[in-house]
């Protein structure tokens, strides 16, 4: 694993995939950048790079597709994954007592706002100890989305208005060979508290006791 803690425009990645195409190795790369701007009236600012992180990310794009295009036959792995770091998802309960109703209103949903499925999946992921870079399949169920992080290590579904018959569905997605082994939902995903305490009674008898509401 090699970690470059100022990767500016990740050269370091260009030559971690440039000899994996090369010799056949698995290294894999963390390539840290914060959004530093681009100068004033450069040329990457004129190309639309605004930061220099997005430089970075270009880079790796085409050096990835360069090395395809050098080594055919290479197995490497030319991809990547972009992860911004951000305060928590979940709302802190921080009671104002001078206008408590409206704070216990607030709190009926507790995911923050303007954040994504994709941003509570990975930090689920993080509370879990699971590493970010597992691949994850999104998918529809019964109208639903649910995310398949590496065939059943954990499967999630953020929607809301959730029923028995996508509960039974989601566990249709596990096998004997790939079983499900933990699921999360959001706390108002159900339907209702009654589909919710059913939903959990059917996964147990599916053998998954791994079942979390965030």
């Not at 950048?33 to 100068?39: K, N, S």
């Not at 880079?59 to 305060?87: C, M, N, W, Y």
């Not at 928590?88 to 303007?114: E, F, M, R, T």
Request: proline share 4%; aromatic share 6%; glycine share 6%.
């Amino acid at each position: 694993m090699i970690v470059d803690f100022f990767s500016g425009s990740s050269t370091t990645a260009h030559a971690v995939m440039q000899l994996n195409a090369e010799d056949g190795g698995n290294r894999k790369f963390i390539m840290v950048q914060i959004p530093e701007p681009t100068p004033e009236k450069s040329e990457a600012q004129k190309a639309g790079y605004a930061t220099i992180a997005e430089i970075g990310k270009e880079r790796i794009r085409r050096a990835a597709a360069k090395i395809r295009e050098e080594h055919p036959d290479t197995q490497a792995d030319l991809g990547f994954k972009v992860l911004k770091l951000d305060s928590s998802n979940l709302k802190k309960w921080q009671p104002n007592y001078d206008n408590l109703k409206d704070d216990l209103l607030d709190a009926v949903d507790n995911i923050a706002l303007g954040r994504s499925s994709e941003d509570l999946l990975y930090e689920v992921l993080i509370k879990y100890g699971l590493p970010l870079t597992l691949p994850v399949a999104k998918q529809q169920v019964n109208g639903h989305t649910v995310y398949n992080v590496a065939s059943g290590s954990l499967v999630a579904c953020f929607d809301e208005n959730i029923n028995l018959d996508t509960v039974q569905a989601i566990i249709d997605l596990g096998s004997a060979d790939e079983p499900i082994l933990r699921i999360v939902f959001r706390d108002s995903s159900f339907a209702d508290d009654v589909v919710k305490t059913n939903a959990i009674q059917r996964f147990k008898q599916a053998g998954i006791e791994d079942v979390l509401s965030i």
